[in-house]
């Protein structure tokens, strides 16, 4: 039993977070399943924190999503998003009808408690993290019903060219201002690694160039998926619109999937059907 009211017991908390912060040197910190701690604990972590390392980044897993876990509340700078992923993954394996769809794309482009700047709120892992990857069932079903495994298998596979092409636009929608969040693509995705991701599922070093992109060897597949990840992370980087401004909705065509979203002058169209832009419709 942890007390969490005892001083020693806090500071320790503190320190561990010191010593990645400080030896490490890292950006930031997670907060794995922050809602199973005390509000005012949370809230004096990430002072002292922020005090000592004003530049860190704190983010933290809540569920449900809560607003009051931002920094207007108990303090941290951006909260982890679910819904848009399991939203994702039931479109794809069949549970949301075309019409339910909608909404679901609109509640993608701005949660509806987001605050101000949202794209800065959330963490948005929309193509799955380890908890919509990771599979201690080898590829079985998790305790909600749904498989766990990496987005494209779910889709088709790394070898079917559509499943590629709906991973690659996916991504795209997270990192060039069309879902909301700041993207997170857990390990693998980048290559396209097939199943699912587990401590005895190592990662496909032979699906990845040696040395990174431009070196020898690694799969098509991977190079170019990689190359997309690289490239639309550039986009982020130019294009600061993208990263900290409410979205406006100026287009929407639900029957053919098609959404134009404005974060004040930067513009991003997503087609997500099937259909090809020459289609006379």
């Not at 496909?204 to 998926?225: C, F, K, Q, V, Y």
């Not at 979205?247 to 087609?271: A, C, F, I, Q, T």
Request: negative net charge; hydrophobic residues 40%.
């Amino acid at each position: 039993i942890i007390i969490m009211e005892t001083p020693e017991v806090q500071e320790y908390l503190v320190d561990a977070c010191r010593l990645f912060l400080d030896e490490y040197r890292v950006d930031g910190l997670r907060f794995d399943s922050a809602h199973n701690m005390p509000d005012w604990l949370n809230k004096n972590i990430c002072q002292k924190l922020r005090h000592e390392f004003p530049k860190c980044s704190i983010s933290a897993e809540v569920v449900p999503e809560d607003p009051k876990f931002l920094r207007n509340g108990v303090g941290f700078d951006a909260v982890w998003l679910h819904a848009p992923t399991f939203d994702l993954i039931d479109s794809v394996g069949g549970k949301l009808q075309h019409g339910e769809w909608a909404p679901k794309v609109r509640s993608m482009i701005r949660q509806r408690w987001f605050p101000d700047k949202a794209a800065a709120t959330g963490i948005n892992g929309l193509l799955g993290t380890h908890d919509q990857v990771g599979c201690r069932k080898n590829g079985g079903h998790g305790s909600d019903g749904r498989l766990r495994r990496y987005f494209q298998d779910r889709v088709g596979g790394r070898d079917d060219w559509t499943a590629r092409a709906m991973t690659k636009m996916w991504w795209a929608a997270a990192a060039c201002g069309v879902a909301s969040g700041v993207p997170m693509l857990f390990q693998g995705t980048e290559i396209l690694q097939p199943g699912w991701w587990h401590t005895d599922q190592h990662f496909r070093w032979d699906l990845a160039p040696a040395n990174g992109l431009g070196s020898a060897g690694g799969s098509a597949e991977a190079i170019e998926m990689m190359t997309l990840v690289r490239e639309t992370l550039k986009v982020r980087k130019e294009h600061p619109d993208v990263c900290g401004n409410d979205p406006e909705v100026v287009h929407v065509d639900e029957k053919n999937m098609v959404w134009g979203v404005r974060r004040k002058n930067y513009l991003s169209v997503m087609h997500a059907s099937g259909a090809q832009w020459g289609d006379a419709e």
